[in-house]
């Protein structure tokens, strides 16, 4: 347990510098600002022999919101709620497919434009998952089409924005309880939509935490992450998040 303890102080302080956060005032040009978020996900089979899957999950994501001229408090707000729901098929123990949809409500300081608003994805993905000499590695590629339900203005929420996301994640075993967790994370927009997104670099994420398997049905990773949001015209922001991750994986026995 002392190793473990260990380890986590290790983490908190080495994991600024792989994210590449700054001192105080963070990365030049950005907005330096905190955040904890806690996620809880779900999976399943349809039944004990399917190779069909299913997918849920829940994301509370809090975080400060930036001081402006004659305001410089930095508030903490519940600032963005996320669920995906998705079908898969698993064609082996490496390889496996998903489809489903996404709801986001978000506001400042996640929120690109200036006013809440909510937005709907479409989403199809692709994992891989082996075991390799340095722990368990997988591999998520995942492309969304994403609108927003406003049209007001100039912005047209109609209009389909592309994304694609890319993480590699790494899970190190310590024993049969404990474990070391490392991600990244990339966001690329394959266009430009007049409601936010532009073509290029939409932000990253790195995580490094520890895992930690109750039994055969919960687990949980908690630890430091890391977001680099690129906002174009204005200052990019990078969050330092504590993140807490809650897996359920549901038994067919």
């Known amino acids: 347990m002392k190793k473990i303890l260990h380890i986590i102080l ?3 302080f080495t994991a600024p510098v792989l994210a590449g956060g700054g001192g105080a005032d963070g ?4 907005e330096q600002l905190f955040g904890m978020w806690g996620n809880v996900m779900v999976n399943g089979k349809l039944s004990k022999d399917s190779p069909w899957l299913y997918y849920g999950d829940l994301s509370l994501r809090a975080a400060q919101q930036y001081g402006y001229p004659g305001n410089n408090e930095r508030n903490m707000v519940l600032a963005a709620v996320v669920t995906h729901d998705a079908v898969g098929y698993k064609f082996n123990d490496n390889h496996s497919i998903h489809v489903g949809y996404a709801f986001q409500t978000v506001k400042d300081p996640y929120a690109k434009l200036e006013f809440p608003f909510n937005e709907n994805r479409a989403w199809e993905q692709y994992t891989y998952s082996t075991p390799s000499l340095i722990g368990n ?25 592309v994304r694609f996301r890319q993480q590699f994640k790494l899970s190190y075993p310590l024993d049969d309880k404990w474990s070391l967790v490392g991600s990244d994370e990339i966001f690329v927009n394959a266009n430009t939509v007049n409601w ?13 935490g520890v895992g930690y398997k109750f039994d055969k049905v919960w687990r949980t990773e908690i630890g430091y992450m890391n977001q680099y949001l690129n906002r174009d015209v204005v200052y990019d922001r990078d969050f330092d998040l504590v993140s807490m991750n809650l897996y359920i994986d549901v038994p067919n026995d």
């Open 137 to 161: 590695f997988s591999s998520r590629s995942r492309l969304e089409q994403r609108t927003v339900n406003l049209s007001t203005g100039h912005y047209d929420g109609g209009e389909v924005g």
């Open 10 to 12: 290790l983490s908190s």
């Open 27 to 30: 990365i030049e040009g950005t």
């Open 196 to 208: 936010g997104p532009v073509s290029g670099l939409d932000q990253n994420r790195v995580f490094v």
